[in-house]
């Protein structure tokens, strides 16, 4: 399968709202998943969404297994079709995101702490999950793209908005764009 280019903020197609998935194990759908996780892992990210690549249906895929981090509670590599997130409480926490689309930029973000999410796999199997931390804020940043919103637009104070490399948080920016 093939890396594809990855779309940066400013292209209109990354605003659009994604099309739900209406076939599964398609052969198409099969090489879109291929290529996502080529170019996530290409790029070094946790995560990455359909419209990234120009594609505009709601297909995300995330996940590590832990490999290469420290991480006690690694994110297991999953594919996630026509999503739906529902949070387990309304309480937020501020964390460091980036992304792909937005590269060498870091930005602090409200998400929900902890939310249970329904989708399903290549195979249309169901798929759902309680999860907290930074795996939930992967799942929201994923799933933000599928509505055409990215992170920056979520930001509440743009004093915490800039270049990675200019904001020195030893060990707090360790987190992959997704
Ligand atoms: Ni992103």
Known sequence: MAERRVLRMGNPLLRRVSEPVTEFATPELDALIEDLWDTMAARGGIGIAAPQVGVALRVVVFGDDGAG?????????????????????????????????????????????????????????????????????????????????????????????????EISLAGRLSEADC
């Open 69 to 165: 981090s420290l991480d006690p509670d690694p994110i297991p590599r999953t594919v996630l079709i026509n999503p739906t997130i529902e949070a387990v409480d309304n309480s937020t926490e501020e964390g460091w995101e980036g992304c792909l689309s937005v590269p060498g930029m870091r930005g602090l973000v409200p998400r929900y702490r902890g939310i249970r999410f329904q989708g399903f796999d290549a195979r249309q199997q169901p798929v759902e999950r309680e999860v907290a931390g930074f795996h939930a804020r992967v799942v929201q940043h994923e799933c933000d793209h599928l509505d055409g919103i990215l992170y920056p637009q979520r930001i509440r104070d743009m004093q915490s908005f800039g270049f990675e490399e």
